[in-house]
Nanobody, 116 residues
């Protein structure tokens, strides 16, 4: 079955960096776009970044443009989110998402907390 396992979250000071990873299995990784979403307490889940099958096309939420970079390694079935210049408002649970077989699949999420 489809599995997504996120890693790399943690506590970081404002201005710091983190790199999240999402290891995928159960589907042909290179056939699908991959996305990162986040959900802050009391807020709806929002799209952070998306990357196309080959990695040639990326899209970002306005709030993270210029600070976050999404990438993928199709040989390792892994998608990454490099987060730089982190702000307290980036604090959220970050989720990996893919839509194979006509359904949404999510990982368990990884907590990112930006605080001094």
């Amino acid at each position: 079955q489809v599995q997504l396992v996120e890693r790399g979250g943690g506590l970081v000071q404002p201005g710091g960096s983190l790199r999240l990873s999402c290891a995928a299995s159960g589907f042909t990784f290179s056939f699908y776009d991959l996305s990162w979403y986040r959900q802050a307490p009391g807020k709806e889940r929002e799209l952070v970044a998306r990357i196309s099958m080959t990695g040639g096309r990326t899209n970002y939420a306005d709030s993270v443009k210029g600070r976050f970079t999404i990438s993928r390694d199709n040989a390792k079935n892994t998608v990454y989110l490099q987060m730089n210049s982190l702000k307290p408002e980036d604090t959220a649970v970050y989720y990996c998402n893919v839509k194979p077989f006509g359904s949404d699949y999510w990982g368990q999420g990884t907590q990112v907390t930006v605080s001094s």
